[in-house]
Protein backbone atom coordinates (compact mmCIF):
# COMPACT_ATOMS: atom_id res chain seq x y z
CA UNK A 1 0.00 0.00 0.00
CA UNK A 2 1.25 3.65 -0.72
CA UNK A 3 -0.66 6.07 2.11
CA UNK A 4 0.18 9.11 0.12
CA UNK A 5 -1.72 11.19 2.89
CA UNK A 6 -4.37 10.79 5.16
CA UNK A 7 -7.16 13.18 6.65
CA UNK A 8 -5.95 14.95 10.25
CA UNK A 9 -9.09 15.17 11.21
CA UNK A 10 -11.97 12.66 10.41
CA UNK A 11 -14.68 15.14 11.36
CA UNK A 12 -13.30 17.37 8.82
CA UNK A 13 -13.23 14.87 6.03
CA UNK A 14 -16.98 13.76 6.93
CA UNK A 15 -18.66 15.38 4.31
CA UNK A 16 -16.49 14.88 1.69
CA UNK A 17 -17.10 11.16 2.11
CA UNK A 18 -20.28 11.01 2.85
CA UNK A 19 -20.98 12.64 -0.76
CA UNK A 20 -18.79 9.92 -2.32
CA UNK A 21 -21.18 7.32 0.03
CA UNK A 22 -23.96 9.10 -1.43
CA UNK A 23 -23.14 9.26 -4.91
CA UNK A 24 -21.84 5.65 -4.51
CA UNK A 25 -25.01 4.52 -3.27
CA UNK A 26 -27.58 5.55 -6.11
CA UNK A 27 -25.70 3.65 -8.62
CA UNK A 28 -25.85 0.23 -6.56
CA UNK A 29 -26.02 0.97 -2.80
CA UNK A 30 -23.60 -1.54 -1.75
CA UNK A 31 -20.17 -1.65 -0.12
CA UNK A 32 -17.33 -4.26 -0.03
CA UNK A 33 -14.60 -5.08 2.16
CA UNK A 34 -10.92 -4.95 2.66
CA UNK A 35 -9.29 -7.01 5.23
CA UNK A 36 -5.68 -7.15 6.70
CA UNK A 37 -4.20 -9.74 4.64
CA UNK A 38 -0.98 -11.09 6.23
CA UNK A 39 1.78 -10.07 9.48
CA UNK A 40 4.87 -8.58 8.41
CA UNK A 41 6.20 -11.27 6.98
CA UNK A 42 2.98 -12.90 5.22
CA UNK A 43 1.82 -12.78 1.61
CA UNK A 44 -1.25 -13.66 -1.06
CA UNK A 45 -1.27 -16.24 -3.92
CA UNK A 46 -3.45 -16.95 -6.42
CA UNK A 47 -3.69 -19.55 -9.26
CA UNK A 48 -6.14 -19.99 -12.46
CA UNK A 49 -7.54 -23.35 -12.39
CA UNK A 50 -10.11 -24.95 -15.37
CA UNK A 51 -13.17 -23.14 -15.39
CA UNK A 52 -16.05 -24.25 -13.08
CA UNK A 53 -19.56 -24.10 -14.00
CA UNK A 54 -20.00 -21.50 -11.58
CA UNK A 55 -16.99 -19.47 -12.47
CA UNK A 56 -13.29 -18.77 -12.07
CA UNK A 57 -11.13 -20.64 -8.74
CA UNK A 58 -8.39 -18.58 -7.27
CA UNK A 59 -5.93 -20.34 -5.48
CA UNK A 60 -4.12 -18.69 -2.99
CA UNK A 61 -1.08 -20.21 -1.00
CA UNK A 62 0.33 -18.75 2.07
CA UNK A 63 0.83 -19.21 5.82
CA UNK A 64 -1.40 -21.66 7.96
CA UNK A 65 -4.62 -20.89 9.46
CA UNK A 66 -6.27 -21.93 12.64
CA UNK A 67 -9.49 -20.20 13.06
CA UNK A 68 -11.79 -18.82 11.11
CA UNK A 69 -13.32 -16.83 14.08
CA UNK A 70 -12.33 -13.31 13.82
CA UNK A 71 -12.27 -12.69 17.69
CA UNK A 72 -10.08 -15.52 18.04
CA UNK A 73 -7.96 -15.36 15.38
CA UNK A 74 -3.97 -14.71 16.58
CA UNK A 75 -2.49 -13.27 13.19
CA UNK A 76 -3.35 -11.71 10.23
CA UNK A 77 -3.84 -13.72 7.65
CA UNK A 78 -6.43 -15.60 10.08
CA UNK A 79 -8.04 -12.12 10.29
CA UNK A 80 -7.99 -11.59 6.30
CA UNK A 81 -9.68 -14.64 6.17
CA UNK A 82 -11.65 -14.51 8.10
CA UNK A 83 -12.87 -10.67 7.57
CA UNK A 84 -14.20 -12.16 4.47
CA UNK A 85 -17.08 -14.13 5.62
CA UNK A 86 -18.20 -11.38 7.31
CA UNK A 87 -19.19 -7.75 7.11
CA UNK A 88 -17.53 -4.81 8.71
CA UNK A 89 -19.09 -1.33 9.75
CA UNK A 90 -16.13 0.08 7.37
CA UNK A 91 -13.93 -0.22 4.39
CA UNK A 92 -11.48 1.45 2.51
CA UNK A 93 -11.36 1.67 -0.78
CA UNK A 94 -9.05 -0.32 -2.87
CA UNK A 95 -7.57 1.85 -4.94
CA UNK A 96 -8.35 5.72 -3.59
CA UNK A 97 -5.11 7.49 -2.77
CA UNK A 98 -5.39 9.14 -0.21
CA UNK A 99 -6.84 6.48 1.48
CA UNK A 100 -10.35 7.27 1.87
CA UNK A 101 -12.72 5.03 4.27
CA UNK A 102 -16.00 3.70 2.80
CA UNK A 103 -18.85 2.70 4.52
CA UNK A 104 -20.11 -1.32 4.48
CA UNK A 105 -22.37 -2.08 6.93
CA UNK A 106 -22.62 1.11 8.43
CA UNK A 107 -25.02 3.40 5.96
CA UNK A 108 -22.87 6.65 5.76
CA UNK A 109 -19.50 7.91 7.59
CA UNK A 110 -19.72 8.01 11.41
CA UNK A 111 -20.64 11.05 12.93
CA UNK A 112 -18.33 11.73 15.64
CA UNK A 113 -19.14 14.20 18.73
CA UNK A 114 -17.39 17.77 19.00
CA UNK A 115 -15.75 16.26 22.12
CA UNK A 116 -14.34 13.55 19.70
CA UNK A 117 -15.97 10.82 23.03
CA UNK A 118 -19.26 9.74 20.69
CA UNK A 119 -19.54 7.70 18.00
CA UNK A 120 -23.03 7.40 16.27
CA UNK A 121 -23.54 4.99 12.98
CA UNK A 122 -26.47 3.95 11.25
CA UNK A 123 -26.66 0.62 9.94
CA UNK A 124 -27.62 -0.01 6.88
CA UNK A 125 -31.01 -2.13 5.97
CA UNK A 126 -31.09 -5.01 4.58
CA UNK A 127 -28.09 -7.43 4.92
CA UNK A 128 -28.35 -10.81 5.65
CA UNK A 129 -26.45 -13.49 7.50
CA UNK A 130 -26.60 -16.70 5.39
CA UNK A 131 -29.15 -19.38 6.36
CA UNK A 132 -28.55 -21.43 10.06
CA UNK A 133 -30.37 -23.11 11.71
CA UNK A 134 -30.58 -20.87 14.74
CA UNK A 135 -32.43 -18.53 12.17
CA UNK A 136 -35.06 -21.05 11.81
CA UNK A 137 -33.18 -22.15 8.44
CA UNK A 138 -33.64 -18.81 7.03
CA UNK A 139 -31.27 -15.58 6.51
CA UNK A 140 -31.51 -13.25 9.36
CA UNK A 141 -31.27 -9.00 9.36
CA UNK A 142 -28.07 -8.00 10.56
CA UNK A 143 -28.60 -5.34 13.36
CA UNK A 144 -27.04 -2.54 15.74
CA UNK A 145 -27.24 -5.47 18.31
CA UNK A 146 -25.25 -7.74 16.40
CA UNK A 147 -21.89 -5.56 16.54
CA UNK A 148 -22.48 -4.79 20.13
CA UNK A 149 -22.51 -8.27 20.87
CA UNK A 150 -19.56 -8.47 18.64
CA UNK A 151 -17.45 -6.01 20.24
CA UNK A 152 -18.17 -7.53 23.72
CA UNK A 153 -16.53 -11.03 23.01
CA UNK A 154 -13.11 -9.96 22.86
CA UNK A 155 -13.90 -9.41 26.74
CA UNK A 156 -14.95 -12.88 27.25
CA UNK A 157 -12.35 -14.74 29.49
CA UNK A 158 -13.13 -17.76 28.36
CA UNK A 159 -12.69 -16.82 24.82
CA UNK A 160 -9.07 -15.63 25.28
CA UNK A 161 -9.42 -13.37 22.39
CA UNK A 162 -5.46 -12.86 21.34
CA UNK A 163 -6.06 -9.44 20.10
CA UNK A 164 -8.66 -8.13 23.42
CA UNK A 165 -5.40 -4.99 23.81
CA UNK A 166 -6.55 -3.26 20.26
CA UNK A 167 -9.87 -2.22 21.78
CA UNK A 168 -9.19 -2.88 25.93
CA UNK A 169 -9.36 0.26 27.78
CA UNK A 170 -11.24 2.16 24.61
CA UNK A 171 -14.94 1.86 25.26
CA UNK A 172 -16.76 3.13 28.43
CA UNK A 173 -17.67 0.40 30.70
CA UNK A 174 -16.38 -2.61 28.28
CA UNK A 175 -13.70 -3.55 30.46
CA UNK A 176 -15.19 -3.10 34.01
CA UNK A 177 -17.63 -6.26 32.16
CA UNK A 178 -14.36 -8.20 31.29
CA UNK A 179 -13.23 -7.80 34.61
CA UNK A 180 -16.47 -8.84 36.93
CA UNK A 181 -16.25 -12.58 35.01
CA UNK A 182 -12.53 -12.88 35.56
CA UNK A 183 -12.90 -12.01 38.71
CA UNK A 184 -15.61 -14.20 40.06
CA UNK A 185 -15.27 -17.26 37.25
CA UNK A 186 -19.31 -16.65 36.39
CA UNK A 187 -20.24 -16.88 32.69
CA UNK A 188 -19.18 -13.68 30.94
CA UNK A 189 -22.99 -11.82 30.77
CA UNK A 190 -23.43 -10.81 27.25
CA UNK A 191 -27.04 -9.36 28.52
CA UNK A 192 -25.43 -6.56 30.38
CA UNK A 193 -25.88 -2.98 29.47
CA UNK A 194 -22.34 -1.33 28.62
CA UNK A 195 -22.29 2.42 29.04
CA UNK A 196 -20.25 2.70 26.13
CA UNK A 197 -21.53 0.08 23.45
CA UNK A 198 -25.32 0.57 22.91
CA UNK A 199 -28.20 -0.55 20.24
CA UNK A 200 -30.04 2.46 20.51
CA UNK A 201 -32.81 0.52 18.10
CA UNK A 202 -32.62 -1.84 15.41
CA UNK A 203 -30.51 0.23 13.13
CA UNK A 204 -28.54 3.00 15.53
CA UNK A 205 -25.54 2.35 17.21
CA UNK A 206 -23.88 4.65 19.81
CA UNK A 207 -19.92 4.00 21.14
CA UNK A 208 -19.20 6.23 23.94
CA UNK A 209 -15.01 6.27 24.22
CA UNK A 210 -13.64 6.59 28.07
CA UNK A 211 -11.44 9.49 26.45
CA UNK A 212 -11.22 11.13 23.05
CA UNK A 213 -9.68 8.59 20.02
CA UNK A 214 -9.87 10.43 16.97
CA UNK A 215 -8.40 7.18 15.12
CA UNK A 216 -10.89 5.22 16.45
CA UNK A 217 -12.99 4.90 13.64
CA UNK A 218 -10.17 3.51 11.02
CA UNK A 219 -10.58 0.60 14.13
CA UNK A 220 -13.69 0.78 12.86
CA UNK A 221 -12.73 -0.65 9.13
CA UNK A 222 -10.39 -3.31 10.90
CA UNK A 223 -11.60 -7.14 10.46
CA UNK A 224 -10.91 -7.69 13.71
CA UNK A 225 -14.37 -5.97 14.75
CA UNK A 226 -16.11 -8.26 12.13
CA UNK A 227 -19.96 -8.88 12.61
CA UNK A 228 -21.09 -12.00 14.03
CA UNK A 229 -24.21 -13.46 14.98
CA UNK A 230 -24.89 -14.32 18.29
CA UNK A 231 -27.42 -17.28 17.59
CA UNK A 232 -25.19 -18.98 15.17
CA UNK A 233 -21.99 -18.25 17.42
CA UNK A 234 -24.01 -20.06 20.80
CA UNK A 235 -25.39 -22.65 18.71
CA UNK A 236 -22.40 -24.10 17.20
CA UNK A 237 -19.72 -23.80 20.06
CA UNK A 238 -15.85 -24.70 18.36
CA UNK A 239 -17.13 -25.32 15.56
CA UNK A 240 -18.17 -21.89 14.83
CA UNK A 241 -14.39 -20.85 14.19
CA UNK A 242 -14.17 -24.07 11.34
CA UNK A 243 -17.19 -23.27 9.84
CA UNK A 244 -18.80 -19.61 10.49
CA UNK A 245 -22.13 -17.91 9.66
CA UNK A 246 -21.43 -14.68 8.32
CA UNK A 247 -22.64 -11.91 5.91
CA UNK A 248 -19.56 -11.61 3.86
CA UNK A 249 -19.14 -12.41 0.04
CA UNK A 250 -17.95 -16.03 0.87
CA UNK A 251 -18.78 -18.75 2.70
CA UNK A 252 -16.93 -21.76 3.32
CA UNK A 253 -16.64 -25.29 1.90
CA UNK A 254 -14.09 -26.88 2.79
CA UNK A 255 -11.64 -26.15 6.42
CA UNK A 256 -8.81 -28.30 7.73
CA UNK A 257 -7.28 -25.85 10.24
CA UNK A 258 -3.43 -25.24 9.19
CA UNK A 259 -3.48 -27.32 6.35
CA UNK A 260 -6.49 -26.11 3.12
CA UNK A 261 -9.56 -23.30 3.17
CA UNK A 262 -11.85 -23.69 0.63
CA UNK A 263 -14.09 -20.48 0.10
CA UNK A 264 -17.11 -20.03 -2.32
CA UNK A 265 -19.33 -17.19 -3.31
CA UNK A 266 -21.82 -16.35 -1.17
CA UNK A 267 -24.92 -16.95 -2.64
CA UNK A 268 -27.01 -14.92 -0.53
CA UNK A 269 -24.61 -11.74 -0.83
CA UNK A 270 -26.11 -8.60 -2.15
CA UNK A 271 -25.00 -7.36 -5.80
CA UNK A 272 -21.61 -5.14 -5.77
CA UNK A 273 -19.34 -4.44 -8.89
CA UNK A 274 -16.07 -3.51 -9.00
CA UNK A 275 -16.85 0.52 -9.16
CA UNK A 276 -18.52 -0.45 -5.59
CA UNK A 277 -15.48 -1.00 -3.87
CA UNK A 278 -12.70 0.95 -5.72
CA UNK A 279 -12.09 4.34 -7.59
CA UNK A 280 -9.75 4.37 -10.36
CA UNK A 281 -7.59 7.13 -10.48
CA UNK A 282 -5.25 8.85 -13.34
CA UNK A 283 -2.10 7.16 -12.38
CA UNK A 284 -3.79 3.30 -11.89
CA UNK A 285 -3.31 0.39 -14.54
CA UNK A 286 -5.35 -0.17 -17.25
CA UNK A 287 -7.05 -2.90 -15.42
CA UNK A 288 -8.42 -0.86 -12.49
CA UNK A 289 -11.20 0.60 -15.55
CA UNK A 290 -11.43 -2.79 -17.10
CA UNK A 291 -12.66 -4.21 -14.48
CA UNK A 292 -15.92 -2.03 -14.08
CA UNK A 293 -18.97 -3.77 -14.66
CA UNK A 294 -17.52 -7.03 -12.80
CA UNK A 295 -19.22 -8.74 -10.18
CA UNK A 296 -17.37 -8.87 -6.16
CA UNK A 297 -15.61 -10.28 -5.39
CA UNK A 298 -14.07 -11.28 -8.92
CA UNK A 299 -13.66 -15.05 -7.99
CA UNK A 300 -16.25 -17.39 -7.29
CA UNK A 301 -14.21 -20.25 -5.98
CA UNK A 302 -10.84 -19.48 -3.29
CA UNK A 303 -8.22 -22.26 -2.29
CA UNK A 304 -6.02 -21.12 0.03
CA UNK A 305 -3.70 -23.73 0.04
CA UNK A 306 0.05 -24.10 2.27
CA UNK A 307 2.92 -23.92 0.49
CA UNK A 308 5.94 -23.65 3.31
CA UNK A 309 9.25 -22.98 0.81
CA UNK A 310 9.38 -20.27 -1.62
CA UNK A 311 11.56 -22.45 -4.10
CA UNK A 312 8.83 -24.83 -4.50
CA UNK A 313 6.19 -22.18 -4.71
CA UNK A 314 8.35 -20.45 -7.73
CA UNK A 315 8.20 -23.74 -9.01
CA UNK A 316 4.30 -24.44 -8.91
CA UNK A 317 3.83 -20.60 -10.62
CA UNK A 318 6.52 -21.64 -13.74
CA UNK A 319 4.59 -25.47 -14.18
CA UNK A 320 1.19 -23.25 -14.52
CA UNK A 321 -0.16 -24.10 -11.26
CA UNK A 322 -0.76 -21.00 -9.50
CA UNK A 323 -0.50 -17.48 -10.67
CA UNK A 324 0.41 -15.46 -8.19
CA UNK A 325 3.31 -15.81 -5.72
CA UNK A 326 5.20 -13.24 -3.39
CA UNK A 327 8.56 -13.01 -5.42
CA UNK A 328 11.16 -15.18 -3.95
CA UNK A 329 14.87 -14.42 -4.04
CA UNK A 330 15.43 -17.42 -7.27
CA UNK A 331 12.84 -14.78 -8.89
CA UNK A 332 14.62 -11.23 -8.49
CA UNK A 333 18.61 -10.23 -10.37
CA UNK A 334 19.87 -6.98 -9.87
CA UNK A 335 16.60 -6.09 -7.95
CA UNK A 336 14.45 -6.55 -10.98
CA UNK A 337 12.72 -9.81 -12.15
CA UNK A 338 15.01 -12.38 -13.26
CA UNK A 339 15.04 -12.45 -17.22
CA UNK A 340 14.29 -15.78 -18.06
CA UNK A 341 10.95 -15.27 -15.74
CA UNK A 342 10.37 -11.82 -17.98
CA UNK A 343 10.64 -13.42 -21.10
CA UNK A 344 7.97 -16.04 -20.24
CA UNK A 345 5.60 -12.99 -19.57
CA UNK A 346 5.63 -13.13 -15.97
CA UNK A 347 5.34 -9.55 -14.17
CA UNK A 348 6.43 -8.39 -10.74
CA UNK A 349 4.44 -6.16 -8.70
CA UNK A 350 5.87 -3.96 -6.31
CA UNK A 351 5.47 -1.04 -3.89
CA UNK A 352 7.40 0.39 -0.98
CA UNK A 353 6.92 -1.59 2.42
CA UNK A 354 4.92 0.30 4.97
CA UNK A 355 5.48 -3.10 7.56
CA UNK A 356 7.88 -2.26 10.36
CA UNK A 357 10.35 -5.30 11.16
CA UNK A 358 12.43 -6.29 14.32
CA UNK A 359 13.77 -8.64 16.77
CA UNK A 360 12.41 -8.16 20.10
CA UNK A 361 14.12 -7.55 24.05
CA UNK A 362 12.42 -9.66 26.60
CA UNK A 363 12.06 -6.42 29.20
CA UNK A 364 10.78 -8.93 31.71
CA UNK A 365 14.11 -11.29 31.56
CA UNK A 366 16.09 -10.05 34.71
CA UNK A 367 18.95 -10.76 32.23
CA UNK A 368 18.40 -8.73 29.52
CA UNK A 369 15.29 -6.27 30.41
CA UNK A 370 14.45 -3.57 33.14
CA UNK A 371 15.53 -0.31 33.40
CA UNK A 372 18.76 -0.73 34.87
CA UNK A 373 21.20 0.99 33.13
CA UNK A 374 23.81 -1.97 32.42
CA UNK A 375 21.07 -3.76 30.72
CA UNK A 376 19.75 -0.98 28.32
CA UNK A 377 23.14 -0.51 27.58
CA UNK A 378 23.52 -4.04 26.67
CA UNK A 379 20.64 -4.27 24.78
CA UNK A 380 21.91 -0.99 23.05
CA UNK A 381 25.03 -2.32 22.51
CA UNK A 382 23.29 -5.84 20.64
CA UNK A 383 21.48 -3.54 18.44
CA UNK A 384 24.91 -1.47 17.30
CA UNK A 385 25.92 -4.86 16.27
CA UNK A 386 23.68 -5.38 13.73
CA UNK A 387 25.25 -4.62 9.86
CA UNK A 388 21.93 -3.38 8.58
CA UNK A 389 23.50 -3.68 4.48
CA UNK A 390 24.79 -7.01 5.42
CA UNK A 391 21.20 -8.04 6.56
CA UNK A 392 19.62 -6.63 3.40
CA UNK A 393 22.57 -8.52 1.25
CA UNK A 394 22.05 -12.13 2.93
CA UNK A 395 18.62 -12.52 4.20
CA UNK A 396 16.50 -9.91 1.76
CA UNK A 397 19.18 -11.36 -1.40
CA UNK A 398 19.93 -7.16 -1.72
CA UNK A 399 16.19 -5.58 -2.12
CA UNK A 400 15.09 -4.15 1.53
CA UNK A 401 15.40 -0.69 2.84
CA UNK A 402 16.92 0.58 6.07
CA UNK A 403 14.14 1.85 8.67
CA UNK A 404 14.66 5.73 9.36
CA UNK A 405 11.87 6.20 11.46
CA UNK A 406 9.41 4.18 13.94
CA UNK A 407 6.39 5.44 12.04
CA UNK A 408 7.18 4.22 7.95
CA UNK A 409 6.76 7.05 5.55
CA UNK A 410 2.94 7.59 4.34
CA UNK A 411 2.10 6.26 7.61
CA UNK A 412 0.56 8.94 9.56
CA UNK A 413 2.75 10.19 12.05
CA UNK A 414 6.30 9.34 10.02
CA UNK A 415 8.54 12.85 11.20
CA UNK A 416 10.78 13.15 8.19
CA UNK A 417 13.33 14.96 10.21
CA UNK A 418 13.43 12.29 13.24
CA UNK A 419 15.90 10.09 12.48
CA UNK A 420 16.12 6.09 14.15
CA UNK A 421 19.40 6.54 15.89
CA UNK A 422 20.40 3.10 16.35
CA UNK A 423 22.58 1.94 13.40
CA UNK A 424 25.55 -0.69 13.03
CA UNK A 425 28.52 0.90 15.18
CA UNK A 426 30.50 -2.08 16.84
CA UNK A 427 33.10 0.06 17.51
CA UNK A 428 30.97 2.17 19.72
CA UNK A 429 28.84 -0.86 20.85
CA UNK A 430 32.01 -2.32 22.17
CA UNK A 431 33.16 1.01 24.10
CA UNK A 432 29.70 1.05 25.70
CA UNK A 433 30.05 -2.70 27.19
CA UNK A 434 33.21 -1.82 28.39
CA UNK A 435 32.15 1.18 30.38
CA UNK A 436 29.47 -0.63 31.60
CA UNK A 437 31.54 -3.26 33.10
CA UNK A 438 31.34 -5.78 30.71
CA UNK A 439 34.49 -6.78 30.59
CA UNK A 440 36.05 -10.19 28.27
CA UNK A 441 36.72 -13.15 30.12
CA UNK A 442 39.94 -15.51 28.83
CA UNK A 443 38.12 -16.99 26.43
CA UNK A 444 37.56 -13.64 24.86
CA UNK A 445 33.18 -13.39 25.34
CA UNK A 446 32.44 -11.00 27.92
CA UNK A 447 30.95 -11.44 31.23
CA UNK A 448 28.61 -9.75 33.45
CA UNK A 449 29.52 -6.94 35.31
CA UNK A 450 29.98 -8.76 38.30
CA UNK A 451 31.96 -11.21 37.23
CA UNK A 452 29.43 -14.13 36.42
CA UNK A 453 29.21 -15.85 32.80
CA UNK A 454 27.00 -13.74 30.51
CA UNK A 455 25.28 -15.75 27.84
CA UNK A 456 22.07 -14.87 26.12
CA UNK A 457 19.37 -16.83 24.31
CA UNK A 458 17.76 -16.19 20.64
CA UNK A 459 14.79 -18.36 19.81
CA UNK A 460 14.14 -18.20 15.94
CA UNK A 461 11.96 -20.31 13.80
CA UNK A 462 13.03 -24.19 12.37
CA UNK A 463 13.00 -23.19 8.69
CA UNK A 464 15.40 -22.85 6.22
CA UNK A 465 15.22 -19.23 6.71
CA UNK A 466 15.42 -18.95 10.36
CA UNK A 467 18.73 -20.88 10.29
CA UNK A 468 20.16 -18.31 7.82
CA UNK A 469 18.85 -15.44 10.11
CA UNK A 470 20.59 -17.15 13.13
CA UNK A 471 23.89 -17.40 11.26
CA UNK A 472 23.45 -13.76 10.99
CA UNK A 473 23.05 -12.82 14.18
CA UNK A 474 25.83 -14.93 15.30
CA UNK A 475 28.41 -13.31 13.44
CA UNK A 476 27.09 -10.18 14.34
CA UNK A 477 27.17 -10.44 18.18
CA UNK A 478 30.66 -12.05 17.82
CA UNK A 479 31.25 -8.54 16.83
CA UNK A 480 31.04 -7.34 21.01
CA UNK A 481 31.43 -10.56 22.02
CA UNK A 482 28.45 -11.47 23.73
CA UNK A 483 28.14 -14.91 23.34
CA UNK A 484 24.39 -16.48 22.32
CA UNK A 485 22.33 -19.69 22.00
CA UNK A 486 20.05 -19.78 19.53
CA UNK A 487 16.76 -22.10 20.39
CA UNK A 488 14.99 -23.60 17.00
CA UNK A 489 11.54 -23.63 17.74
CA UNK A 490 8.66 -24.71 15.77
CA UNK A 491 6.96 -21.36 15.18
CA UNK A 492 3.86 -21.47 17.09
CA UNK A 493 5.90 -22.49 20.29
CA UNK A 494 8.17 -19.17 19.54
CA UNK A 495 4.93 -17.12 19.40
CA UNK A 496 3.27 -19.07 22.37
CA UNK A 497 6.96 -17.88 24.21
CA UNK A 498 6.78 -14.70 23.07
CA UNK A 499 3.00 -13.96 24.31
CA UNK A 500 3.70 -15.35 27.78
CA UNK A 501 6.82 -13.46 27.84
CA UNK A 502 9.03 -16.65 28.28
CA UNK A 503 12.33 -15.56 26.73
CA UNK A 504 14.75 -13.64 26.19
CA UNK A 505 15.51 -12.42 22.32
CA UNK A 506 13.07 -13.48 19.75
CA UNK A 507 13.00 -12.46 16.17
CA UNK A 508 9.23 -13.40 15.47
CA UNK A 509 8.31 -10.02 15.57
CA UNK A 510 6.88 -6.81 13.97
CA UNK A 511 4.29 -4.80 12.91
CA UNK A 512 1.32 -4.56 9.86
CA UNK A 513 -1.07 -1.68 10.29
CA UNK A 514 -4.34 -2.11 11.07
CA UNK A 515 -5.20 1.15 10.39
CA UNK A 516 -2.98 3.45 8.68
CA UNK A 517 -1.96 6.08 11.51
CA UNK A 518 0.94 5.61 14.10
CA UNK A 519 -0.72 4.92 17.23
CA UNK A 520 -1.85 1.03 15.90
CA UNK A 521 2.12 0.15 15.71
CA UNK A 522 3.27 2.06 18.97
CA UNK A 523 0.05 -0.21 20.76
CA UNK A 524 2.94 -2.70 20.52
CA UNK A 525 4.68 -1.06 23.46
CA UNK A 526 1.68 0.03 25.64
CA UNK A 527 1.75 -1.38 29.17
CA UNK A 528 -1.53 -2.71 28.86
CA UNK A 529 -1.19 -4.61 25.69
CA UNK A 530 0.89 -6.82 27.56
CA UNK A 531 0.05 -10.68 27.13
CA UNK A 532 -1.43 -9.64 23.42
CA UNK A 533 0.49 -7.58 20.80
CA UNK A 534 2.65 -6.02 23.55
CA UNK A 535 5.54 -8.66 22.49
CA UNK A 536 8.36 -6.66 24.16
CA UNK A 537 6.75 -7.03 27.29
CA UNK A 538 7.73 -3.82 28.28
CA UNK A 539 5.46 -1.71 30.90
CA UNK A 540 7.03 1.80 31.52
CA UNK A 541 4.85 4.44 33.07
CA UNK A 542 6.29 7.42 30.75
CA UNK A 543 5.41 5.98 27.79
CA UNK A 544 2.13 4.56 28.77
CA UNK A 545 1.39 8.38 29.88
CA UNK A 546 2.84 9.56 26.28
CA UNK A 547 0.62 7.04 24.80
CA UNK A 548 -2.26 8.40 26.32
CA UNK A 549 -1.67 11.62 25.69
CA UNK A 550 -1.34 10.49 21.92
CA UNK A 551 -4.58 8.99 21.89
CA UNK A 552 -6.34 11.84 23.10
CA UNK A 553 -4.24 14.53 20.96
CA UNK A 554 -6.53 15.24 17.47
CA UNK A 555 -5.23 13.91 14.71
CA UNK A 556 -2.81 16.71 13.17
CA UNK A 557 0.25 18.79 13.44
CA UNK A 558 -0.82 18.83 17.52
CA UNK A 559 0.25 15.27 17.60
CA UNK A 560 4.00 15.84 16.30
CA UNK A 561 5.50 16.73 19.51
CA UNK A 562 3.67 13.66 21.29
CA UNK A 563 5.49 11.61 18.67
CA UNK A 564 8.64 12.89 19.02
CA UNK A 565 8.66 12.24 22.58
CA UNK A 566 7.61 8.71 22.00
CA UNK A 567 10.08 7.86 19.59
CA UNK A 568 12.75 9.17 22.04
CA UNK A 569 11.73 7.05 24.95
CA UNK A 570 11.91 3.68 22.26
CA UNK A 571 15.12 5.23 21.90
CA UNK A 572 16.19 5.01 25.26
CA UNK A 573 14.79 2.09 25.93
CA UNK A 574 15.58 -0.21 23.17
CA UNK A 575 13.13 -2.38 23.47
CA UNK A 576 13.73 -4.05 19.79
CA UNK A 577 16.55 -3.42 17.27
CA UNK A 578 14.58 -2.51 13.77
CA UNK A 579 15.62 -4.30 10.63
CA UNK A 580 15.10 -3.81 7.25
CA UNK A 581 12.39 -4.76 5.53
CA UNK A 582 11.82 -6.08 1.98
CA UNK A 583 9.26 -4.07 -0.60
CA UNK A 584 5.91 -5.82 -1.42
CA UNK A 585 6.54 -7.88 -4.42
CA UNK A 586 4.42 -10.33 -6.32
CA UNK A 587 5.14 -12.31 -8.98
CA UNK A 588 2.33 -12.84 -11.47
CA UNK A 589 0.87 -14.87 -14.31
CA UNK A 590 0.22 -12.76 -17.76
CA UNK A 591 -3.84 -13.58 -17.04
CA UNK A 592 -4.10 -11.82 -13.80
CA UNK A 593 -5.15 -8.91 -13.32
CA UNK A 594 -6.35 -6.25 -9.82
CA UNK A 595 -2.99 -7.23 -7.78
CA UNK A 596 -1.87 -4.22 -6.07
CA UNK A 597 1.08 -4.71 -3.99
CA UNK A 598 0.29 -2.91 -0.26
CA UNK A 599 0.23 -3.85 3.17
CA UNK A 600 -1.49 -6.17 5.52
CA UNK A 601 -4.38 -3.58 6.32
CA UNK A 602 -5.51 -4.37 2.24
CA UNK A 603 -6.92 -7.76 1.34
CA UNK A 604 -6.09 -8.50 -2.11
CA UNK A 605 -7.69 -11.79 -3.51
CA UNK A 606 -11.23 -10.63 -3.38
CA UNK A 607 -9.72 -7.88 -6.25
CA UNK A 608 -8.05 -10.44 -8.46
CA UNK A 609 -9.04 -11.16 -11.41
CA UNK A 610 -7.33 -14.40 -13.19
CA UNK A 611 -8.80 -14.43 -16.75
CA UNK A 612 -9.04 -17.62 -18.96
CA UNK A 613 -6.27 -19.15 -21.26
CA UNK A 614 -7.46 -19.66 -24.71
CA UNK A 615 -6.71 -23.23 -23.99
CA UNK A 616 -10.05 -22.47 -21.41
CA UNK A 617 -12.27 -19.91 -23.55
CA UNK A 618 -15.05 -18.27 -22.17
CA UNK A 619 -15.20 -15.52 -19.56
CA UNK A 620 -14.94 -16.07 -15.67
Known amino acids: MAWKSFAPDVAATNEGLSSM????DREHGVRARLMRL????GFVLATVSASLASGSTLRI???AIETLDPARAPDSRSQAAAGTLFDQL????????PARLRPLAAAALPNVSAGGQEITVTIRRGIYFAPHPAFGGRPRELMAEDFVYSVKRFMDPALRSPIASLITGKIEGLDELGARAAKTGARFDYDARVPGLVALDRYTLRIRLT?????FVYFLANPDLSIVPREAVEADGDEFARKPTGSGPYVVREFKPGIRLVLERNPNYRVVHWEDVATPGPNDPEWANELRGRRYPLSDRVEWLVIPEPTTRLLALERGEVDVIPAPPAAIERDALAPRLARSGFKLVRAP???QNWFSFNLRDPGIGGLAPANMALRRALAMAID????VRVILNGSGRIPKNWIPQDIVGHDPSYVYPIRYEPTTANALLDRFGFRKGPDGYRLRPDGSELTLTFQVGNSSKDRQFSEFLKRSFDRVAVRFNFEALPRFEVISRQETCHYQLQDTSGWAFDWPEGSNMLLAFYGRSNGSVNMACIQDREYDALYDRLRATPLGPERAPVYRRIFERLDAI???RLLPSSDYMYLTAPNVRGLRARSALWAMYPYIDVAPTPAQGGRN
Open 21 to 24: SRCA
Open 38 to 41: AGAS
Open 61 to 63: VDN
Open 90 to 97: YTYDYLAR
Open 211 to 215: QPDPA
Open 353 to 355: TQD
Open 388 to 391: DDEY
Open 574 to 576: TPV
